[in-house]
């Protein structure tokens, strides 16, 4: 079983940074690649950032240049460094670890972490 947990969200003003972390702990394979998805009210979840275990990254476009991923696969952990937020950033972030076993991917989420930005 896999536990996923994320912190660092907050309320923050236009133009301010914040920090989310990601811990995967459990029964880990292989993790194949962990990522960063958020949700707005009435909207889809989509993906913002992606981490792989080859260490390519992959970013959606309305935040290339102000968010970055990072991580430190030994200890299966996954940051979002987000800087220049901007109202349309608020949503609930999710954390995803996608693991590999044998030749199947599970994906696991964590609860989410609330990002608020307000002027």
């Known amino acids: 079983q896999v536990q996923v947990v994320e912190s660092g969200g907050g309320l923050v003003q236009p133009g301010g940074s914040l920090r989310l972390s990601c811990a995967a702990s459990?029964?880990?394979?292989?993790?194949?690649?962990m990522g960063w998805y958020r949700q707005a009210p009435g909207k889809e979840r989509e993906r913002v950032a992606l981490n792989t275990r080859d260490g390519s990254t992959a970013y959606a476009d309305s935040v290339k240049g102000r968010f970055t991923i990072s991580g430190d696969n030994a200890k299966n952990i996954v940051y979002l460094q987000m800087n220049n937020l901007k109202p349309e950033d608020t949503a609930v972030y999710y954390c995803?670890?996608?693991?590999?076993?044998?030749?199947?991917?599970?994906?696991?989420w964590g609860q989410g972490t609330q990002v608020t930005v307000f002027s």
């Open positions: 459990g029964t880990l394979i292989v993790i194949n690649a």
């Open positions: 995803n670890v996608d693991v590999l076993v044998g030749s199947t991917v599970y994906r696991h």
